[in-house]
């Protein structure tokens, strides 16, 4: 069978990507014969396009997935997409904008249908470009976190918590994004990992009836107008005479308190502090415990409104009013200085805007009671995170848990179902239908009201508030069927998906969303269905550029993933983005990882090529093939051991490289050196057929993580039945791990390759054949291997001997010496004395390292027994070695 002679990964990737859809490989169903696994997607934004970050972690899914399916258990990858209230709403809102539409000239319904044609238009793009990847998703269960059946799990839920008192509806301070006009949570306030520059500036206050100032240090000066109070510690003895008395806010003489407060700090700034309820949380808390008035002089568009009093600020930007407020005050001869002084500033992770303080009528999840369950899970390793250092991340957030603002005042979304029937705050009613809450109303109110009586509210839900219940609602919990609703539990034995594909296998995350969303998973899964949503949480890091920054096309430092893989190869950008990417650590990216990947690809299209291009003739499998294919199962089995063990404990990473290893240096750097027939000869039909066998089970391990290339050489190594396709078969068995064996290969590997050395340090040509003699103790590995060490070392005459060799180059391998004799004149002592003294003195330095390891007491009895015992042979074989070159330095 002729196989092209470069490997073309775009023909390959699309058909094979083509064919897998077809035969249906990537779907699953509840099956009780065999054992589940599942993953769930990180939904994508459906306004999102793919970037490393994705490919980062959609590889790492897939890996696992791939793997699983191997494995013969009925793999689930749910993919779909988020709906991304804040996101979606903009862009939406930019691309009427661009149409001439404002979005307050149109009604709720009108705005609505322009964002589903959107979505319909541009929302699956991402879905569209994992495939590109390679994701093996069942595509048929693709969830959309507005579809009806999800919209109405996210609703029935609101209405459940509502009922069971979780749900509260109150005026509290919140994070205020003034470009989307919507509320947003404290875990989407970014904060620059680096502080900025601002200003303290010092104003003065008058107090009523007195020729007494107080000085004032605000870095906000624009919030000055709604003022309603001053406080001072009241054991500051510079001001506590003056609590009980009244200040006059600049510009409006407006009456305002001096109050005493213990939060204020005696030795920041001036020590009085202006409280400004409306638009700081700090200052709100001080003034509920002073009951202090609340003046909200900053708009929903962040500009100032009629309470601030001052007609000429009125609908001016609130940092147009900070510039203008600075000159105002030093021209009325109040603004006495200011000082430099760093901060972190909130802004928006949607719109990078700077948050805005406000206090807001909004509603919110009480998250104390209903998360004791999911904290103690993650903090008993019942939901397992990997790496383990992010428990520590979680403990904090969910031991500090606030609530939830879960309202956004957004179109785009799904709509609160609370009903209003009257003006008091007490005034509604929840329900998941319009019907359900009139009649809810008729009994709240006592009165006959009709479906024009109610009117919804205006705001929708927080995205993450619907994402939480992603791997119940993807599988349709919260159907009529299996959700109780007087329980308010899901019920098993009711949905046979939920049941078989439930609690999932394993999440893979970014560490970003912890709290945002898997927190909130880990609680929801617990609230509904007294389980945990997945037994493992495989937390990736953030991919970053050389300098450490994160990518990102505003930094213009991020490649676009399509066109690396149209350039190099899906299989080439999987295996790159995986080979520097430990869980839980930044990956640092380097288009050469991705090369690499490419070069990996190459070099395993090449090897198969050699392997087919062999003319095969003759009967036996000569002896040095025969210990060539024991040696390599036998490290086969080793590697498939450490690469089990890596992928148990979810380190990708080390588990590519362990199979990078094998098939590079161990299978097409010794193995196919090993038993590749003289040029122009045939190779023996067994040890052909025994290399096919390897490459096929070479094939199996590479294909999680290679699937193309994999795919392509499987079909190619002999013709294949129907269903007999590679990402079907059956994932390798362990075998036997000879280590007798593997250890005998790796002192003849040593050998083999200080013998090239040793040709290439005296100008020697590789096919000048050199006479070998051996001096050893123990003649077993290379008695096994003479015919390996004769073939790779071009080894003529191969002897043992219990002499010294005159007049020859020599070897040493720990306390094991070689001699390959030269013509009279060859070697030059004096070199030789040089390099003897320089390996020499480095085996002293590598004695000595060991030496210091083995005699710090914590090491040797902290560390396990296996590495001690490995450290004690190093020091063992370098003390051999030592013991040689001085014998050797000394007869020369």
Avoid at 598 to 616: M, T, Y
Wanted: hydrophobic share 40%; with cysteine; proline share 4%.
């Amino acid at each position: 069978m002729s196989i092209s002679a470069k490997y073309n990964p775009q023909e390959v990737e699309d058909k094979w990507y083509a064919h897998w859809m077809e035969k249906g490989y990537f779907k699953a169903k509840a099956n009780p014969d065999k054992e589940p696994f599942t993953v769930v997607i990180p939904p994508p934004n459906v306004t999102g396009v793919l970037h490393m970050g994705h490919m980062l972690n959609n590889t790492i899914q897939d890996i696992l997935t791939r793997k699983a399916r191997m494995e013969g258990k009925e793999a689930l990858w749910v993919p779909g997409t988020d709906h991304a209230s804040i996101a979606t709403e903009a862009k939406v809102v930019r691309m009427l904008r661009e149409q001439g539409i404002k979005k307050s000239d149109l009604t709720r319904d009108e705005f609505l249908s322009h964002a589903w044609e959107w979505k319909e238009k541009y929302g699956g793009i991402i879905l569209e470009q994992l495939k590109k990847l390679g994701a093996s998703c069942d595509w048929d269960r693709t969830a959309f976190t507005m579809d009806e059946d999800y919209h109405k799990a996210v609703i029935r839920v609101f209405v459940d918590l509502n009922k069971k008192g979780y749900i509260y509806r109150g005026w509290r301070m919140v994070n205020w994004d003034v470009e989307a006009k919507t509320t947003v949570s404290n875990e989407e306030v970014i904060y620059a990992d680096k502080e900025e520059q601002s200003k303290l500036y010092k104003v003065e206050y008058s107090i009523k009836d007195s020729d007494e100032k107080v000085i004032i240090a605000t870095q906000r000066p624009e919030t000055i107008l709604g003022d309603t109070g001053i406080a001072i510690n009241p054991k500051d003895d510079r001001f506590k005479h003056l609590i009980g008395k009244k200040a006059l806010v600049p510009f409006i003489n407006r009456e305002i308190p001096i109050i005493g407060d213990d939060y204020v700090e005696i030795e920041f700034g001036t020590g009085c502090l202006k409280v400004t309820p409306a638009h700081d949380p700090n200052d709100y808390e001080i003034g509920l415990r002073h009951n202090l008035e609340v003046i909200d002089t900053i708009s929903l568009d962040g500009k100032l409104n009629e309470k601030c009093e001052v007609p000429a600020y009125i609908g001016m930007d609130r940092f147009k009013v900070r510039k203008q407020i600075i000159k105002d005050l030093d021209a009325a001869g109040i603004l006495v200085g200011d000082e430099d002084f760093t901060t972190k500033i909130g802004r928006s992770e949607r719109t990078n805007s700077v948050i805005e303080p406000k206090l807001s009528l909004q509603w919110f999840i009480n998250m104390k009671e209903i998360s004791k369950t999911a904290h103690k899970a993650v903090m008993d390793d019942e939901v397992e995170l990997v790496p383990a250092k992010f428990k520590n991340t979680y403990n904090h957030w969910m031991e500090n848990v606030r609530d939830w603002c879960i309202s956004r005042q957004l179109w785009w979304g799904q709509r609160i179902p609370a009903y209003y029937f009257g003006t008091g705050d007490d005034e509604y009613v929840v329900a998941e239908t319009p019907e359900e809450a009139l009649q809810l109303a008729k009994e709240k109110s006592g009165k006959a009201l009709t479906a024009a009586d109610l009117r919804q509210d205006e705001d929708v839900l927080d995205t993450w508030a619907s994402s939480w219940l992603f791997p119940m609602a993807v599988f349709d919990g919260f159907n009529d069927d299996c959700f109780d609703k007087e329980t308010g539990k899901i019920i098993k034995g009711k949905n046979a998906d939920l049941d078989y594909f439930y609690p999932t296998s394993v999440l893979v995350t970014a560490p970003e969303i912890l709290f945002f969303w898997v927190a909130r998973m880990i609680i929801a899964g617990y609230e509904y269905t007294g389980e945990k949503p997945f037994k493992h949480v495989y937390l990736t890091g953030i991919v970053r550029d050389k300098q450490r920054r994160k990518m990102s096309k505003s930094l213009g430092n991020s490649p676009d993933p399509l066109d690396l893989i149209k350039e190099l190869g899906a299989d080439a950008v999987r295996t790159g983005m995986l080979f520097s990417s430990p869980a839980g650590n930044d990956l640092l990216y380097d288009e050469k990882l991705v090369e690499q990947g490419r070069n990996f690809a190459n070099k395993i299209w090449n090897a198969f090529r050699l392997v087919e291009g062999w003319e095969i003739s003759g009967t036996s499998m000569p002896a040095e093939n025969q210990i060539a294919v024991q040696w390599f199962d036998a490290r086969f089995n080793q590697a498939l051991t450490e690469i089990e063990d890596h992928f148990s404990k979810f380190r990708m990473s080390d588990a590519l490289m362990s199979t990078y290893k094998l098939v590079w240096n161990d299978f097409c750097s010794w193995y196919l050196e090993m038993i590749k027939p003289a040029y122009g000869e045939p190779i023996d039909p067994a040890t052909h057929q025994v290399t096919l066998n390897l490459f096929e089970k070479l094939m199996k391990v590479l294909h999680p993580f290679m699937p193309f290339i994999s795919e392509e050489i499987w079909s190619n190594i002999r013709t294949r039945e129907e269903g007999q396709d590679l990402i079907v078969s059956t994932w390798p068995v362990i075998g036997d791990v000879d280590g007798n064996m593997i250890d005998q290969a790796d002192k003849v590997f040593e050998l083999v390759s200080q013998i090239r050395n040793a040709r290439s340090s005296k100008g020697l040509s590789p096919k000048e054949q050199l006479d070998l003699y051996i001096k050893c103790a123990d003649k077993s590995a290379y008695e096994a291997f003479e015919g390996v060490i004769k073939k790779l070392g071009n080894i003529g005459t191969f002897a043992f001997t219990d002499k010294k060799v005159s007049n020859a180059l020599s070897i040493v391998i720990k306390s094991d010496e070689f001699y390959l004799p030269m013509q009279e004149g060859a070697i030059d002592v004096e070199q030789e004395k040089v390099e003897i003294a320089k390996e020499l003195e480095y085996a002293k330095g590598f004695l000595n390292s060991v030496n210091k390891k083995l005699s710090n007491e914590r090491f040797v009895n902290n560390a396990p027994e296996a590495v001690v015992a490995s450290e004690k042979k190093k020091q063992a074989d370098a003390e051999s070695k030592i013991k040689v070159l001085e014998e050797k330095l000394a007869n020369l």
